[in-house]
């Protein structure tokens, strides 16, 4: 899949892009106990996507990575798609 075709309606997503844009990790409490969470913009030749980082991959996604996604999910966040892996997916730095 390329970034192009993400919608709100997309589900497991594969695709792999790069990641040109990553805030610092912050810590967040959420229902599930304490996490850390970051935003990043990946990156293909179709276009940009927001992307959520939890938990681990906060700490190891870097700028610069390329990365795969797969399984990941579209949600919304105070009107905004973005990306996550979510515990179904899988992600991995190439």
Same mark, same amino acid.
């Given at each position: 899949m390329k970034i192009s075709d993400i919608n709100v309606s997309s589900k497991r997503i594969d695709i792999e892009a790069k990641v040109i844009e990553k805030e610092e990790p912050r %810590? =967040? =409490? #959420? +229902?599930?106990?304490? #996490? +850390?969470? /970051?935003? /990043? &913009? &990946?990156? %293909? %030749? #179709?276009g940009r996507f927001k992307l959520t980082l939890w938990g681990e991959h906060a700490d190891k996604v870097n700028e610069g990575d390329k990365i795969k996604i797969t399984n990941g999910f579209v949600s919304t966040f105070r009107d905004e798609l973005q990306l996550s892996v979510g515990k179904f997916g899988r992600l991995e730095i190439l």
């Open positions: %810590d =967040i =409490i #959420t +229902k599930y106990g304490q #996490t +850390k969470v /970051a935003n /990043a &913009i &990946i990156e %293909d %030749d #179709t």
